[in-house]
């Protein structure tokens, strides 16, 4: 057992509790350490009987199958009201689910033996009033109850079942854990990996249900809805932003391979539709059509354990169902390519990635450059409890309730009314390497650095064995070796003469360079009109003409600098 596993079950035999938390980060090993805990009560004659809850049906058979290595035979197949269970089985497997629709059936059972309950991802046990309740009704008169969690707690008015609270900040209700092992924890003992965050920004347009073109900066000062509306014009499978960040994923993990030569990715998709185009194009960048799974199809824990065992295959294209708990120790490279972006889903998803086999793997994600994602990725040692008290948001951010006031204006504020919620239109994409995180440290280059291009190779070629130290050093080194050539070359430049002539630059660098100038010029604008950047973009196609700034031509976009100057002139004047 690792350290963390012996100290937490050397505490729980000596006390004996009957109500047990232990909250440790994805990745430790919870599953072993409650399955010890089950053998250890069950050769003591403590309990005689086992229930475990889960919160997938996916997780229900990866818990039997674990159950079964520790000489535990499971049932994964149980449903509340089958009744008796084969005498070869000394436990079943439920979901939260099942115990919400027929939790009397299970307190029957629950009663007849003395039974130890492991609740896994335990916080599953507040998301509605029917499982709390539920939870509570079947395993009230348990003999044993041991919850897990591996992820952040929510923060609501929903107590969870079995576990103890106690007065916090300002005497609000807390959870208080028995046992925590976090991510910090788990880093400094070896056992999860570090991770290493690629962010991607770039220049995104959209159409809005009033028939408005938008242009925005993903990752730029937007409102809340506009980061919305660019994040999912970035990940439309027509555009060019998911092609150049899902090639970039592929150069990364080939980079891993390397070092790792089992390494596999896994794209977590937002629905079936995407999911499917996200894997035509991995199939053009690689030659190999990825494994797709798909939440609801019957084949979809069939082919997960699949795709863990063969190590040649290198991509796992998924819609939730890889989110929480399923283990596939071989993915080491991921792209968050979902509109989801709550806390709670970051851990689990992110929580995939950081099981450690070897010492000196590294996990790379790639993100969006939203902010929200940014802050969940600068933030994973940050430890939550369950607070009571704190209503979960309509909009399913489970911790919204404890954002600042400038982010409570931000949600309510709106660019424009057009960009409310309902029909959108994605218009055209580009990607940009933004910068990459690591240990809540940015690294980066100065200026655009263009996909495929030298300087993000900097980062995507960071070897696939290396020590968390040594990853930061290689980082702040490939970072200051390309500030000082930009240095160089830019004193060499001034101490030569000015030529006649000026040097010619590429067509994507004059791009994005005028791009740069006209979205400047519009928040300009905006500052001294408040005419929100949306309209202004519209109203300057309307007088020049042409299509969204993201895919417009040089001339066209020169245009527009113009026009918008002469605007201000005239105010001025």
């Not at 991802?121 to 509570?136: K, N, Q, T």
């Not at 968050?336 to 889903?345: D, G, N, Q």
């Amino acid at each position: 057992m690792r350290a963390w596993q012996a100290a937490a079950l050397t505490d729980y035999l000596e006390r004996s509790p009957r109500d047990f938390l232990a909250v440790a980060t994805p990745g430790a090993g919870k599953t072993t350490f409650a399955l010890t805990v089950a053998s250890e009560l069950m050769n003591r004659r403590v309990v005689d009987r086992l229930i475990i809850v889960a919160p997938t049906e996916h997780l229900k058979t990866q818990w039997a199958n674990a159950a079964a290595k520790a000489g535990l035979p499971i049932d994964p197949n149980y449903s509340a009201g089958q009744g008796k269970i084969s005498k070869d089985y000394v436990g079943v497997a439920v979901t939260y689910a099942g115990v919400g629709v027929n939790p009397l059936a299970l307190r029957i059972r629950t009663e007849r033996f003395r039974t130890l309950v492991i609740l896994d991802e335990v916080h599953h046990a507040g998301d509605s009033l029917s499982w709390g309740d539920g939870v509570r009704e079947a395993f009230e008169p348990a003999a044993r109850r041991l919850a897990l969690t591996g992820t952040p707690f929510r923060s609501d008015i929903n107590p969870i079942p079995f576990v103890s609270y106690e007065p916090g900040e300002g005497g609000v209700p807390t959870s208080k854990a028995d046992f925590t092992y976090g991510y910090a924890d788990a880093l400094r003992d070896h056992v999860v990996r570090p991770v290493l965050f690629l962010a991607y920004s770039g220049e995104m347009s959209w159409r809005t249900k009033a028939g408005d073109e938008v242009a925005a900066s993903l990752g730029g000062p937007l409102t809340k809805d506009m980061h919305q509306q660019a994040l999912r014009t970035a990940l439309d499978p027509k555009g060019a932003w998911i092609p150049s960040v899902l090639a970039a994923a592929d150069k990364r993990l080939t980079e891993v391979r390397r070092h790792v030569p089992d390494a596999g990715g896994l794209v977590i998709a937002t629905d079936q539709e995407s999911a499917r185009s996200y894997a035509k194009t991995l199939k053009q960048i690689t030659g190999e059509l990825p494994t797709v799974v798909l939440s609801d199809e019957k084949a979809a824990s069939k082919k997960i354990t699949e795709f863990s065992e063969d190590g040649e295959r290198r991509w796992l294209v998924a819609v939730r169902m890889v989110s929480e708990g399923v283990d596939v120790p071989r993915l080491a490279v991921g792209v968050w390519a979902t509109t989801i972006s709550t806390p709670l889903f970051f851990a689990q998803a992110v929580g995939r990635f950081v099981r450690a086999r070897t010492r000196g793997e590294i996990a790379s994600v790639f993100l969006p450059s939203v902010p929200g994602l940014l802050k969940f990725a600068g933030e994973m040692e940050a430890q939550r409890d369950h607070v009571l008290g704190k209503p979960q948001s309509e909009d399913g951010d489970i911790f919204a309730a404890e954002e600042d006031l400038m982010a409570k204006a931000n949600a309510s504020e709106k660019a424009s009314g057009e960009l409310e919620t309902g029909p959108w239109e994605a218009l055209g994409s580009q990607a940009r390497f933004d910068h990459a995180l690591y240990e809540g440290a940015q690294f980066g280059h100065e200026g655009e650095v263009q996909v495929g291009s030298e300087e993000e190779m900097d980062f995507l070629g960071i070897p696939g064995l290396l020590e968390p130290d040594q990853v930061k050093d290689l980082l702040r080194k490939r970072q200051d070796d390309r500030r000082s050539a930009q240095r160089a070359a830019r004193e060499s430049i001034t101490a030569k003469p000015e030529p006649d002539t000026v040097a010619d630059v590429t067509t994507h660098e004059h791009l994005a360079v005028l791009r740069r100038e006209l979205n400047g010029l519009v928040a300009s604008w905006y500052h001294r009109t408040n005419q929100p950047h949306g309209v202004t973009h519209a109203a300057l196609r309307k007088q020049c003409g042409g299509p969204a700034a993201a895919v417009a031509t040089a001339d066209q976009l020169q245009q527009r600098i113009e026009a918008i100057r002469e605007w201000a002139m005239r105010r001025t004047s």
